[in-house]
């Protein structure tokens, strides 16, 4: 069994609006639902566990998932204060059979079902697989003080996405061993990554945005306007 968890817990400090982030409207649908559209169409993904806000699993429950008919949806939990606790809640809901997780990030609702599929295909051969999409600027490294110290490789650098996937036990190994070390990563392939795993990047997209700024919106409507044609 092939087992999806979605995120979609964030606060939305950065979108300066009282309405968070996931349930915001794109194209007459909340981005929650552009994204959970994505896995409902996938050939492979079997089932979706959302994890969100306590506040919102009511407007989930009640209104997003019955309004939109998410067949795949299992579950929807409460998350924790981090978005790593929130996943790792997530996994604890995961049915005994599974044997592989993606994690996808609920505010990134222009994934397609086919990036998603080219990702679980490629992490039966890897175990451990995220997208991503080659740097195009140059990096630089500065002090507290705003001055340069170095600059990095960049033909070596990525900037990484969702979906990430893993098989099930090395990503809960993973888990449970970062909340013993009390280790916070910045994505779960990080966790796997300090355990000695290596974690394949393959070619993401970038029409793949993560809804973060009131930027973000506007990209992410000109990116539905243009797959309209």
Not at 32 to 61: M, P, W
Not at 162 to 180: D, N, S
Not at 208 to 216: E, H, S
Request: net charge positive.
């Amino acid at each position: 069994m092939i087992v999806t968890i979605i995120p979609a817990a964030g606060r939305s400090k950065r979108m300066v609006s009282p309405t968070s982030k996931q349930f915001m409207v794109l194209d007459n649908m909340p981005v929650l639902a552009h994204t959970l559209k994505a896995f409902e169409q996938s050939k492979k993904v079997d089932q979706v566990i959302v994890v969100g806000n306590a506040k919102d699993l009511g407007y989930c429950r009640n209104h997003l998932f019955k309004k939109y008919d998410f067949k795949k949806v299992t579950h929807l939990i409460q998350g924790g204060r981090r978005r790593q606790d929130s996943v790792f809640k997530g996994l604890q809901a995961l049915p005994p059979d599974t044997e592989y997780v993606v994690i996808h990030d609920g505010a990134r609702p222009l994934v397609t079902p086919e990036l998603i599929d080219k990702a679980i295909a490629e992490v039966k051969r890897s175990s451990a697989v995220v997208v991503g999409i080659p740097l195009k600027d140059t990096i630089k490294v500065a002090t507290q003080d705003q001055v340069v110290e170095y600059t990095l490789d960049r033909p070596r650098l990525w900037a990484i996405q969702t979906p990430q996937v893993f098989k099930t036990e090395i990503l809960v190994r993973a888990h449970r061993q970062a909340r013993a070390d009390k280790f916070w990563g910045t994505d779960d392939a990080s966790l796997v990554e300090r355990m000695g795993n290596p974690v394949k990047v393959i070619m993401g997209s970038e029409e793949n945005v993560k809804i973060t700024t009131p930027i973000d919106m506007v990209t992410a409507r000109a990116i539905l306007m243009g797959r309209r044609g």
